[in-house]
């Protein structure tokens, strides 16, 4: 008669289908292909079975990433809001296989992988800023880097996806003064 608990397979200490998920989504060069394993990655393997038609799949990634782009809070509400709506992303808790339980949007009507990520990862977004009061994510500002991420800091908002571009970048700022004859810290 009630509604049907939702169980997942994930392992580990991570959240099914959460932030990350949300990030290795929007960062796949080719996610149509990377779909069953990134879901399976990500603790849900049997919406690897949903269609993942390229076009669709690229058009709900790239509403993601507009979204990682942008820092005002109010805008960023207003685009969430608008995308949740429009997905119809009801939360609903799920039971996961360690026995702990997550919300998440329903997705049990969730027909294809472009309408799955769409919910999961508005829904994943909107709780993140909703936790941290302002928008705790950003596409990598590193000149040969674009990639999206989850700022999970404390101090000044991130800047750059990995430590790696930030260093990269920093020794380029640092080799570039150097060349004109500026003092470097």
């Known amino acids: 008669m009630g509604m049907q608990i939702r169980q997942t397979?994930?392992?580990g200490p991570g959240r099914a289908l959460g932030l990350r998920f949300v990030v290795d989504a929007v960062n796949a060069p080719d996610l149509a292909s990377a779909w069953p394993t990134l879901t399976k990655a990500h603790g849900d393997p049997h919406l690897g079975e949903?269609?993942?038609?390229?076009?669709?799949v690229a058009a709900?990634?790239?509403?993601?990433?507009e979204i990682f782009a942008i820092?005002?809070?109010?805008?960023?509400a207003a685009s969430l809001n608008h995308m949740l709506?429009?997905?119809?992303a009801q939360p609903e808790l799920a039971e996961l296989a360690d026995g702990r339980w997550a919300l998440r949007p329903h997705l049990a009507d969730a027909s294809t992988a472009a309408d799955t990520l769409a919910r999961v990862?508005?829904?994943?977004?909107?709780?993140?800023?909703?936790?941290?009061?302002?928008?705790?994510?950003?596409l990598c500002e590193a000149p040969d880097c674009d990639r999206a991420f989850i700022d999970e800091g404390r101090?000044?908002?991130q800047r750059f996806c990995s430590s790696t571009?930030?260093?990269?970048?920093?020794v380029a700022l640092h080799r570039k003064a150097a060349v004109r004859g500026a003092p470097t810290a």
Do not use: K, M, N, V
């Not at 709900?60 to 990433?65: F, K, Y």
């Not at 820092?71 to 960023?76: E, G, I, N």
């Not at 571009?165 to 920093?170: I, L, M, S, V």
């Open 121 to 138: 990862g508005a829904f994943a977004l909107a709780t993140w800023l909703a936790e941290r009061g302002r928008c705790a994510w950003g």
């Open 71 to 76: 820092h005002d809070p109010r805008q960023a």
């Open 50 to 56: 949903l269609d993942a038609s390229p076009e669709p």
């Open 155 to 157: 101090r000044a908002p």
């Open 165 to 170: 571009c930030a260093t990269r970048t920093r």
């Open 60 to 65: 709900a990634a790239r509403a993601l990433r």
């Open 9 to 11: 397979d994930i392992r």
């Open 85 to 88: 709506a429009e997905r119809s």
